[in-house]
């Protein structure tokens, strides 16, 4: 199935991505937040195994059913959803653990988006870390390399973000997906 009203705005761990989404979100846009910090979060309160440190795999399968789940979730809504990752970005979890992931791929292509995916590249002046994030801006990127990969193999358009203001990012963002999108 596509959903051409899918967008996904994916890159390298701490390349702004979650910025443009809380930006759009305060512009009235439909939203949809990457799963990896909340299920982090929820598994941390219960003490559960669905963090990398402790299971990876069940990390990467937590992950890639919330995608899935929000991907079905947003249904016909009118206009864009900007989605902060899609179902594919769990193929790179997956690779950043050394993890077999066929059924990853069948779900990438099973539960497909708008063909234009919108790339946050790497940025060492933006780029930190936090109590989630541990990951080093080297090993972000080498991620971010992953994902644009990725895409390019399932057959989409990646179209690079400006290293710019956010607001700017979303300026181009917005003028980069079709009239009728925006209405």
């Known amino acids: 199935m596509i959903k051409e009203n899918c967008i996904i705005v994916t890159g390298a761990p701490g390349s702004g991505k979650s910025t443009i989404l809380r930006l759009l979100r305060g512009k009235g846009y439909s939203c949809v937040d990457e799963p990896a910090r909340q299920i ?11 963090v990398s440190q402790k299971d990876p795999s069940l990390f990467v399968e937590l992950m890639l ?4 789940l929000r991907y079905q979730d947003i249904g016909d809504t009118p206009g864009p959803v900007f989605f902060d990752r899609g179902v594919a970005d769990n193929i790179a979890y997956a690779r950043l653990y050394d993890l077999p992931f066929e059924h990853g791929w069948a779900a990438a292509e099973l539960y497909r988006s708008n063909t234009k995916v919108f790339f946050a590249p790497n940025w060492r002046e933006i780029y930190a870390t936090d109590e989630e994030r541990t990951m080093t801006f ?25 290293l710019s203001t956010p607001e700017d990012r979303i300026k181009f963002l917005i003028d980069n997906l079709s009239p009728s999108m925006i209405g």
Do not use: C, H, N, W
Request: proline share 2%.
């Open 65 to 68: 059913s919330r995608a899935i």
């Open 40 to 50: 982090i979060s929820e598994q941390r309160a219960i003490q559960g195994f669905g």
């Open 138 to 162: 080297e090993a972000s990127a080498a991620m971010g390399e992953s994902l644009r990969g990725i895409y390019l193999k399932l057959g989409y358009e990646v179209v690079d973000l400006p």
